[in-house]
């Protein structure tokens, strides 16, 4: 799991070290160890290595936006940086672009999911926004599941009523979990479809509500009108966008595209699990400012994990990319 990241970001700690092991090279040539205790890493130890890092991370998928903002940032914590002979120049180094990273991962908002269903008035509506295939209704029953687990009580809006087939895999899903769905045929207005299942929620005390959406291209102007209806006539508590981490700089400016459409409160990204390059997962927040909530980390409905910073940034720079 994210192995590109992480070989990339290594290199570039591995490249500054070695450049400032010359500067200490030279103060040791000069004889002056005895009365100089640090070394300063300067701009040309850092620049020469940030360009490669710059060809690396858009390799790895990382949208050009946030490799711009990962280089000052990283350019910021180590320049003038001063350094003391013999110690390990790697670690410091490292440190520092887990910082860099660690702020990049950061978004205005944060969201507790479990604290905010508790404090909202019932029941909690979150719709559901996505790409074609990003794995959108399965991920539901998955979040239906741990809510669940949690002790909230769920029910599906089958508002995919473009989709053939999308009503019956949806309810396959949640007669395994024992959530029930609200449906209208095929072809029906999705908005509806949701408004109807969101009054059976009041009628029945239900916690939460869950809105299915048609898959969509951003590009489907139709599609995408409709979407923006269904949050008109809902005023859904949560908009999250399901992207499927192996589309890499795709689902970046997917994201973008809705969250321009209808604004993105929260992310879960898909298939993590078997993502090597970890360049999606680290730009999405940044590019719409909106927090990932969970991941996808298997096929099984307690496959979902809430996501955690300090877990993301333990499989980059951790001793083992577990």
Do not use: C
Request: without cysteine; glycine residues 8%; proline residues 2%.
């Amino acid at each position: 799991m994210f192995g590109k990241l992480r070989e990339k970001l290594k290199s570039f700690v591995k490249r500054v070290e070695e450049e400032v092991e010359k500067e200490e090279e030279e103060v040791e040539k000069k004889g002056l160890l005895d009365r100089i205790l640090t070394v300063e890493i300067k701009e040309k130890d850092v620049d020469k290595a940030l360009d490669e890092l710059e060809i690396d991370l858009l390799e790895a998928d990382v949208a050009l936006e946030v490799v711009d903002a990962l280089r000052e940032k990283i350019k910021q914590k180590l320049v003038g940086k001063k350094v003391r002979i013999g110690t390990d120049k790697g670690k410091i180094i490292e440190e520092a672009v887990k910082e860099a990273v660690s702020e990049i991962l950061e978004t205005s908002r944060r969201i507790d999911l479990i604290e905010e269903i508790r404090k909202a008035e019932k029941p909690y509506v979150i719709m559901f926004v996505g790409f074609n295939g990003s794995g959108k209704t399965t991920t539901i029953a998955k979040l239906a599941n741990w809510l669940k687990n949690h002790g909230f009580s769920v029910v599906i809006a089958a508002s995919d009523t473009f989709r053939a087939g999308a009503i019956e895999q949806l309810e396959e899903h949640a007669k395994r979990i024992g959530v029930k769905v609200i449906k209208h045929s095929y072809g029906a207005d999705p908005a509806a479809v949701a408004y109807d299942a969101i009054q059976h929620a009041k009628a029945r005390g239900i916690d939460v509500v869950l809105i299915d959406t048609a898959g969509r291209s951003e590009t489907n102007r139709n599609l995408m009108d409709e979407m923006k209806k269904i949050a008109r006539v809902t005023k859904p508590n949560l908009v999250i966008f399901v992207g499927d981490a192996l589309a890499g700089n795709a689902i970046v400016e997917q994201a973008r595209q809705f969250n321009e459409a209808v604004k993105i409160d929260g992310i879960i990204l898909t298939k993590l699990d078997a993502d090597a390059r970890g360049g999606a997962a680290l730009s999405i927040s940044y590019v719409i400012d909106a927090p990932i909530l969970f991941v996808g980390v298997g096929q099984g409905y307690d496959d979902l994990r809430p996501f955690e910073k300090e877990w993301f940034l333990e499989r980059i720079f951790g001793e083992e990319n577990a």
